[in-house]
């Protein structure tokens, strides 16, 4: 059950021995696994929905049947994730095993988009603001903030990728965690982008934002959106699933996280992009089991029609158009 099977995207051949290396680990017990309550609702009364990530890899999705809550369980345990991080990560994702231009590059665009929603919910100050990025990589995302005139600082645990952020772009970028990360000065914006489906204690990483936060901190958190399969993984739950991800997102899971916290969402959508303040929210947990479930059915009937929608329309001469530019 826990042996690897064959994989739903195209791999190149650093991938292919990756993952046969990353295989070979959970079937030896060298990464080993834990199980897991819902993080939303502290239940254990989890339903299994998929086996097996795009890699081909063993990967336990579980939808919790008291709330519809989709996580990993049972997951690799954090000292398994540490060591995958540190050896296999990044050759197996990103399909390289060094840092380079081309990611800094794919960092920048993706700060763009980042800035410009920021800027459609009216977030972005006209003063410069102090911003730090948790999961920051190489410092992409952050390169584009300070290109608009403000003052950026990132952590990663990923040593290679902050060291070529430091050297090559002069950014000022740190190995570290939140929990040990101190700045005398008050941030103004605090940027999560796909980070917070790697992080296993949600709670304690929560906790550890809002101790950061003053009443005029934002915080934007995107993660890749179970909702938005449809658009973003051609409607194939099975392109979305990757070893890495302890947690599934809705924006309504999300904001049911955050809010105990004493953090209320400015705006959000099913992406997952969005961006919350301390406050109350007024919005109330619901159960998205059937909503979650429902949605999973609808893309599994009418994938076939991908092809003719707009965004696999999109999605073509995206293609047609790397092929003429020779990407
Ligand atoms: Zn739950």
């Known amino acids: 059950m826990m042996g690897e099977g064959l994989p739903s995207i195209v791999l190149n051949p650093i991938q292919i021995r990756v993952k046969q290396e990353v295989a070979n680990k959970v079937k030896t017990g060298e990464y080993d696994f834990e199980s897991v309550f819902c993080a939303v609702c502290n239940a254990d009364n989890p339903e299994c929905i998929a ?11 579980c939808i919790c049947k008291q709330c519809g809550f989709v996580y990993t369980n049972p997951r690799m345990t954090q000292s398994a994730y ?36 920021l800027d459609s919910a009216n977030q972005i100050s006209t ?35 902050v060291n070529y952020g430091s050297k090559h772009h002069s950014l000022d970028l740190r190995v570290s965690t939140l929990a040990d990360f101190y700045c005398k000065d008050a941030i103004d914006l605090i940027v999560y982008s796909h980070v ?24 934007y958190i995107e993660v890749p959106g179970i909702k938005n399969i449809h658009k973003n993984y051609s409607m194939d739950a099975m392109t979305y699933y990757q070893n890495a991800h302890a947690y599934h997102f809705t924006l309504h899971s999300i904001r049911a996280l955050l809010k105990p916290h004493g953090f209320a969402m400015i705006a959000g959508n099913e992406y997952v992009k969005s961006v919350f303040s301390i406050g109350d929210d007024s919005f109330s947990q619901r159960d998205e089991y059937q909503s979650v479930l429902y949605y999973f059915r609808w893309n599994e009937r009418f994938r076939w029609l991908f092809p003719l929608s707009i965004a696999g329309v999109k999605r073509t001469l ?8 020779g990407n």
């Open 127 to 161: 003063r410069p603001m102090r911003v730090l990025e948790v999961g920051c990589g190489a410092g992409g995302i952050l390169d584009f903030f300070r290109s608009k005139g403000h003052e950026v600082m990132g952590i990663d645990l990923g040593s290679e990728y």
């Open 196 to 219: 917070m489906e790697h992080i296993l204690d949600l709670y304690a990483e929560i906790k550890a934002i809002r101790c950061l936060c003053s009443s005029q901190t934002k915080l």
């Open 82 to 117: 540490s060591a995958f991080y540190d050896n296999e990560y990044r050759p197996l994702y990103v399909g390289s095993e060094v840092a380079g231009e081309a990611f800094f590059r794919e960092q920048q665009k993706q700060g763009k988009r980042i800035y410009e929603f």
């Open 51 to 61: 086996e097996r990530d795009r890699y081909g890899l063993y990967f336990s999705v």
């Open 318 to 325: 995206k293609r047609i158009k790397d092929r003429l530019m």
